[in-house]
């Protein structure tokens, strides 16, 4: 295995977490269509990923628990994380100095981490 091509998260209301992921972080919804899912797009297409109505019985299942999404980030990290606050999104602690560059978590509504990155120069 090379690459990964594509990502699919389950999650629990479909509306929800449309909204958090389109209004809160700034994903754009791509194109594609599909009733049980919502498809996007970040940084002008670069990465696409999905959320999507359960494909199995997930009452009393912990979603998210390990799970970490990295997205790669042209702008300013203080400027993101002050964004994100600002839209009530829970972050996982302060922006963090890491050896691929800074780095700030915000936790989903399903539990999921998405990190964002700001990669060394």
Do not use: H
Request: glycine share 10%; net charge negative; aromatic share 10%.
């Amino acid at each position: 295995m090379r690459k990964l091509e594509f990502t699919s998260l389950q999650v629990r209301d479909l509306e929800v977490s449309k909204e958090f992921y389109t209004n809160k972080l700034g994903f754009e919804l791509s194109d594609a269509t599909n009733p049980a899912a919502c498809i996007f797009k970040y940084n002008q297409g670069e990465a696409s990923f999905a959320i999507r109505k359960p494909m199995g019985n997930l009452d009393n299942k912990e979603l998210g628990v390990g799970v970490s999404l990295w997205f790669a980030i042209d702008g300013n990290m203080e400027d993101l994380q002050t964004g994100l606050l600002e839209k009530g999104v829970v972050l996982l602690g302060p922006i963090q100095n890491t050896p691929f560059g800074k780095t700030i978590i915000a936790k989903d509504p399903d539990g999921y981490n998405i990190t964002f990155l700001q990669a060394n120069q």
